[in-house]
């Protein structure tokens, strides 16, 4: 009597745990860094046992749009929000985000200062960084040289342009380039703002009119849409990140100007064709190295909405600390861990050894200035976006008229004009002028 009354506390015990345990609805994105966390949520659970993470994944876009519309109407969907260094001072000063608190053992100090200093307002943290990144060119270093060619460091576009001409193979089905051009502010714009930077332009001038039909864009779509059909894949107006990501670990691609994080992908003989082709430079440069590579990081945040604001800020302490960068490392290896937000990541021997692009991935990020990306003295903070809430729908609208271009479906003088007007049309709205 006494084993079954012990066995019926115990299931009874039991019950009463999981009856009471946290649902914790966390937003992510669709990236191999993202679905590597979720692989390791058991370990989270284990020692959280009264906390059980449900995961919605979703493509960049798709996810950008939800967590906008969920956080602006309050709807209290998600518990831990998956957005980057646009979306969080805007939020933030806004109050649409719960301050992050972390744990004694969380070492902020440890992060990175442009990381950091993006995720923050006044200050205070509003969202941890999981992952941080610049832009690079990653290039198969064999194509090249069996072209009888060799890439500076810190290559120009027009550099990058005729490399990409002479590699190119279309009946082998090599491409010489592979960039971004699906719509989307995140998307091929940020990619494109980047080029328009570094060709001398902005995206608003000190008086928040919008720049889009001045020389700088001109010279930098003309070129990019040039280039893309002389080198460039077929369908790239639908490529973003992975879909470029799965060309490039074909081997399909010759070169690849996007995040630094694809580096730990395209290294990796698992998933890579030529994982030990590939070397890194900089980001190309035209007129100005001035806002040539962007500056991002995919930070886990707290709306102020959720019911289980304690239980969101254990998962970020877990999911962003030092000890979670050591457990993808014990359970991947070093070359596998998210990058580009810990000095104590760059600094580990086993880091520098395993991953090959870990010199030109700080370059790059230490490179980056929010705060100074334009020729042009612009009124706005941000490399590869303008942080202001208007951005998003300008930068959807313009992205459109991009991609457009890009597929051949209208002229770039056409696409420039019908992107200035609509950016027009919503900063005359937000009352920027009239």
Known sequence: MKLKASLALAFGLTAAVAASATDLVIATVNNGHMIEM???????????????????TLE???????????????GGQFDVMTIGMY?????????????????????????????RNGLSVDGKLYAAPFYGESSMLMYRADLVKKAGLTMPMHPTWKEVREIAAKITDKKDGVYGICLRGKPGWGDNMAFLTTMVNTFGGQWFDMSWKPQLETKPWHDAINFYVDMMKESGPPGSSANSFNEILALYNQ???????????????????????????????????????????????????IPTSTKHADAAQKFINWATSKDYIKLVASQEGWAHVPTGTRKSTYANPEFEKAARFAKAEKEAIDAANPNDSTLPKSPYVGVQYAAIPEFQAIGIAVGQQMSAALAGKESVDAALAAGQKAADREMRKAGYYK
Not at 281 to 292: D, E
């Open 38 to 56: 979720q692989k390791l949520t058991p370990f989270f659970e284990k020692a959280n046992p009264d906390i059980h993470v449900k995961w919605v």
């Open 251 to 301: 081997g399909k691609c010759g070169m690849w100007v996007d995040a630094t994080i694809a580096a730990s992908f395209i290294t990796d003989p698992k998933q890579s064709k030529v994982a030990n082709d590939v070397e890194f430079a900089m980001a190309p440069t035209a007129v100005t190295p001035k806002g040539a590579n962007w500056l991002w990081a995919w930070a886990l945040a």
């Open 87 to 115: 979306e969080t001072p805007i939020w933030g000063k806004k109050g649409w985000l719960e301050p992050i608190k972390p744990d004694a053992n969380y070492d902020v100090d440890d992060l990175l200062p442009a990381m």
């Open 60 to 74: 960049e876009g798709v996810l950008r749009q939800r967590v906008t519309t969920d956080i602006a109407t309050k």
